[in-house]
């Protein structure tokens, strides 16, 4: 389970969150929403390690942040916003680099076989020729080379193709129901949002959001 208690953070004199809590478990995806400059990507580099809160616990499992930052990082898997993957190289050869790079050996089936379950069947091309999409899913299949316990995914799903998107969105179900992982995701998409998440939190005192998830039934993470 991740618990966060009472994280604290600002940039100068710009409050971004206040005292912010929640929990999740495992099996649940939780879509964070908000408007642009909300403070949805530092909410999620701080729950990827990435960056810290002002003050404030997090922990993993029991494992407080604080004190267990390195154990903590083997067991998350974080997509930032710009894709990152060698466009030079082929898929194979990307999968193959991280997989180096990871402390969770694979083999070259196993590495192949996650891609598959995206449909990214590629295996050959040259990241730099595939679609938006493609790349999403490369970048996707990268982050579970080393088999996280909690997904970060910031706007997985935003500019790529219908079909593409569809597919995460499967994809992300099967990995929280299936595979019992925790999955915190951003994203624009109102309707894909409705489909995908458990609850939903709206980071921002927006009423915006939180009025169209009203509407919809959602349940709504009161932070
Ligand atoms: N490294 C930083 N230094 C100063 N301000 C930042 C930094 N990162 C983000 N911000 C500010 O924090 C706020 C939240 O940003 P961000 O988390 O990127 O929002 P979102 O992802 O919801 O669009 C914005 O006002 C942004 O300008
Ligand atoms: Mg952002």
Same mark, same amino acid.
């Not at 466009?87 to 082929?90: K, T, W």
């Not at 990214?120 to 679609?131: P, V």
């Not at 997985?156 to 790529?160: F, K, L, M, Q, S």
């Given at each position: 389970m991740l618990d966060v208690q009472s994280l604290v953070k600002s940039y100068d004199k710009n409050t971004?969150?206040?005292h912010l809590s929640f929990k999740v478990w495992p099996g649940e995806i939780i879509g964070l929403v908000g408007e642009n400059g909300a403070g949805k990507s530092t909410l999620l580099r701080i729950l990827a390690t990435i960056d810290k809160p002002d003050s404030g616990n997090i922990k993993l499992f029991d494992f407080p942040y604080e004190t267990n930052r390195k154990e903590v990082r083997k067991s998350i898997g974080y997509v930032p916003q710009d894709i990152a993957i060698w466009?030079? &190289? %082929?898929v194979r050869e990307n999968m193959i680099f991280f997989e180096k790079l990871s402390h969770k050996s694979k083999s070259e089936t196993q590495l192949r076989e996650l891609c598959l379950e995206m449909n990214?069947?590629?295996?050959?091309?040259?990241?730099?020729? &595939? %679609?938006g999409g493609m790349k999403r899913k490369l970048n996707l299949a990268i982050t579970l080379i080393h088999d996280p316990d909690i997904l970060l995914l910031d706007e997985?799903?935003?500019?790529?193709d219908l079909k593409s998107k569809i597919e995460i969105g499967s994809y992300l179900l099967k990995q929280a129901k299936e595979h019992n992982k925790m999955i915190i995701y951003t994203s624009h998409d109102m309707d894909e949002i409705n489909e995908l998440c458990d609850r939903v939190m709206c980071i921002g005192k927006d009423l915006f959001y939180e009025n169209i998830l009203v509407k919809s039934g959602k349940e709504i993470i009161s932070i």
């Open positions: 971004i969150f206040h466009e030079e &190289l %082929s990214l069947d590629k295996w050959q091309e040259q990241a730099k020729t &595939l %679609s997985p799903t935003v500019g790529i």
